[in-house]
């Protein structure tokens, strides 16, 4: 079955330093979502990519999606500590269920000051 | 507008309960989702409405697990003879149609199974 793998599992830094977190379907998606889920709360919707290649930016936050549609990055410049969260990207495949969304694990941001 | 909401927030099962969770979508929303994630790992698919049709249930893990969603706005989950293995949050997710739309999601029910 479809898999999305996401790494690393943990992040740790220092405020102000970049973060990067990966992901990897095992199929080509159509679409892929990212996701942040603070300590407590539920998963809240950042952005979309559809595009092979698309980069899209929010603020100091860059999203890719890779050209073959089946890899994705997320980079933070600059953490701060509202950063801290649970970054998680999901897959939407045509071959499935329409809008069923595959996550990742997820990586677990944390940040100290 | 008023979000996802699910009730109740919390619920603690004795194993062998039934249990019944309940999911107030997005008004207007067609699609509606529901979730299962476990501590550590991302949300897991359970099942999927368009309106009031159960269109995939294929994530349901087992008989035990039910879903309806008889008008085409709240939806239950319901879960019988609990098992510890049951214990997780279960979210529910609206959106407005399948793919390619952010899907918003309730705060989540948190079930234990003692």
């Known amino acids: 079955g479809q898999q999305v793998m996401q790494i690393p599992q943990y992040q740790h830094v220092q405020e102000g330093e970049d973060f990067t977190t990966y992901c990897n379907s095992s199929t080509t998606l159509s679409n892929i979502q990212w996701y942040k889920q603070r300590p407590g709360g539920h998963p809240v919707f950042l952005i979309q990519?559809?595009?092979?290649?698309e980069v899209k930016k929010q603020k100091r936050l860059t999203f890719q999606f890779g050209e073959a549609k089946k890899n994705s990055s997320l980079h933070i410049t600059a953490t701060q500590t509202t950063d801290v969260g649970t970054y998680f990207c999901?897959?939407?495949?045509?071959?499935?269920?329409?809008?069923?969304?595959?996550f990742g694990r997820g990586t677990q941001l944390t940040v100290w000051p | 507008g008023a979000g996802v909401s699910q009730s109740p927030r919390y619920k603690v099962a004795k194993r062998g309960q039934d249990v019944a969770l309940r999911c107030d979508p997005i008004s207007g929303h067609v699609s509606l989702f529901w979730y299962q994630q476990a501590l550590g790992q991302g949300p897991e698919f359970l099942t999927y409405f368009q309106n009031e049709a159960q269109l995939d249930k294929s994530g349901l893990p087992s008989d035990r697990f039910f879903a309806e969603r008889p008008e085409g706005s709240v939806s239950t989950l319901k879960i019988q003879r609990t098992q510890q293995e049951d214990s997780a949050v279960y979210l529910c997710?609206?959106?407005?149609?399948?793919?390619?739309?952010?899907?918003?999601f309730g705060p989540g029910t948190r079930l234990t199974v003692t």
């Open positions: 997710a609206s959106s407005q149609a399948e793919e390619g739309y952010e899907q918003y």
């Open positions: 990519l559809v595009k092979s290649g």
């Open positions: 999901a897959g939407q495949n045509r071959g499935s269920t329409l809008g069923r969304l595959y």
